[in-house]
């Protein structure tokens, strides 16, 4: 075989976009320009009323305010990239772009997950042992869970990019996606990458097992001490407290186990539908937890019509 040093490594990728749609890419910019300008408003607006009301300086409302800011960075990593493709057709981005991007993509939505089960335990809390809420989840230990679910994403997304570093990627630059994707960023290696793919599955399954298990277990727990009240009204009470959380695991987790699933075991789906599928998983979340939230919890939605309408009465609690 010939030595190394008579290959040149590529400094720059190329991001088709969507395979087979390039004739419609400045018609799938507008969808995506306003799901960005909805995420970007809905979650600025979901903070600044958590920061003015201090009724909502609680746990649940802290990690809602840590789960607006990783949607806002999320959709700010890939969205603009992506307009840049369908609209300017500006294909190019740099190596090193490439790979920060694909780690802040894998850091933010392990950061979320873990955001979910702490709301989840939130819940369980509220719920199960309402006596003992105040005392432990204390401000001290809502930044403690917030900080550890931080380190953990930190922690399990730097293998991936260690381990593409020290890939060598001579020939092939041309990634068939509209953000820089882990595996299609693997797969155009010049070398074995049996360690990447085996790294990069085990941190998909570990982060779904154990953070959708614990999910499950607080719900158990949760359902289990609902309907043990004896009161329909309290019952349907302590569920609507719930509600707005599990439409937004239902958002986050659906389009990212499909896409996970028809990259690993869908032979016959169309690559195009793959790529629509995983880039809306990281642009509809963001979209959508500002809406439920804003529309199922009555103290969001009250001081949002009170910032926007000033002098019209607000509905009492």
């Given at each position: 075989?010939?030595?190394?040093?008579?290959y040149?490594?590529?400094?720059?990728?190329?991001?088709?976009?969507?395979?087979?749609?390039?004739?419609?890419?400045?018609?799938?910019?507008?969808?995506?320009?306003l799901l960005?300008?909805?995420?970007?408003?809905?979650?600025?607006?979901?903070?600044?009323?958590?920061?003015?009301?201090?009724?909502?300086?609680?746990?649940?409302?802290?990690?809602?305010?840590?789960?607006?800011?990783?949607?806002?960075?999320?959709?700010?990593s890939?969205?603009?990239?992506?307009?840049?493709?369908?609209?300017?057709?500006?294909?190019?981005?740099?190596?090193?772009?490439?790979?920060a991007?694909?780690?802040?993509i894998?850091?933010?939505?392990?950061?979320?997950?873990?955001?979910?089960?702490a709301?989840?335990?939130?819940?369980?809390?509220?719920?199960?042992?309402?006596?003992?809420?105040?005392?432990?989840?204390?401000t001290?230990?809502?930044?403690?869970?917030?900080?550890?679910?931080?380190?953990?994403?930190?922690?399990?997304?730097?293998?991936?990019?260690?381990l593409?570093?020290?890939?060598?990627?001579?020939t092939?630059?041309?990634i068939?996606?509209?953000?820089?994707?882990?595996?299609?960023?693997?797969?155009?290696?010049?070398?074995?990458?049996l360690?990447?793919?085996?790294?990069?599955?085990?941190?998909?399954?570990?982060?779904?097992?154990?953070?959708?298990?614990?999910?499950?277990?607080?719900?158990i727990?949760?359902?289990?001490?609902?309907?043990?009240?004896s009161?329909?009204?309290?019952r349907?009470?302590?569920?609507?407290?719930?509600?707005?959380?599990?439409?937004t695991?239902?958002?986050?987790?659906?389009?990212?186990?499909?896409?996970?699933?028809?990259?690993?075991?869908?032979?016959?789906?169309?690559?195009?539908?793959?790529?629509?599928?995983?880039?809306?998983?990281l642009l509809?979340?963001?979209?959508?937890?500002?809406?439920v939230?804003?529309?199922?919890?009555?103290?969001?939605?009250?001081?949002?019509?009170g910032?926007?309408?000033?002098?019209?009465?607000?509905?009492e609690?």
């Amino acid at each position: 075989m010939a030595d190394n040093s008579t290959y040149h490594y590529i400094s720059s990728f190329f991001l088709v976009g969507i395979p087979g749609l390039q004739d419609f890419h400045c018609w799938i910019g507008i969808p995506v320009y306003l799901l960005l300008v909805l995420a970007l408003l809905g979650n600025s607006i979901i903070i600044v009323t958590i920061k003015l009301e201090p009724s909502l300086h609680q746990p649940m409302y802290f990690f809602l305010c840590m789960l607006a800011m990783m949607d806002i960075s999320l959709v700010l990593s890939v969205a603009p990239k992506m307009l840049a493709i369908f609209w300017l057709e500006a294909h190019e981005i740099e190596f090193n772009t490439c790979l920060a991007q694909m780690y802040l993509i894998h850091t933010f939505c392990i950061i979320e997950s873990a955001l979910l089960v702490a709301m989840a335990f939130d819940r369980y809390v509220a719920i199960c042992i309402p006596l003992r809420y105040t005392t432990i989840l204390t401000t001290t230990m809502v930044i403690k869970m917030g900080l550890g679910s931080m380190i953990r994403a930190i922690l399990m997304a730097l293998p991936c990019l260690l381990l593409i570093k020290r890939l060598p990627y001579y020939t092939k630059n041309v990634i068939n996606h509209t953000y820089c994707e882990h595996m299609s960023v693997v797969k155009l290696a010049s070398a074995n990458t049996l360690i990447n793919r085996a790294y990069g599955i085990s941190v998909a399954l570990s982060v779904m097992v154990l953070d959708l298990g614990l999910i499950a277990t607080s719900y158990i727990k949760i359902l289990q001490a609902v309907f043990q009240l004896s009161s329909q009204n309290a019952r349907s009470k302590a569920l609507g407290t719930c509600a707005a959380h599990v439409c937004t695991i239902l958002a986050f987790y659906t389009p990212a186990l499909f896409s996970f699933l028809t990259h690993r075991i869908g032979k016959k789906v169309p690559p195009s539908v793959h790529i629509i599928f995983a880039s809306l998983y990281l642009l509809i979340p963001p979209t959508v937890n500002p809406l439920v939230y804003g529309v199922k919890t009555k103290q969001i939605r009250d001081r949002v019509m009170g910032l926007f309408f000033p002098n019209k009465k607000i509905s009492e609690n």
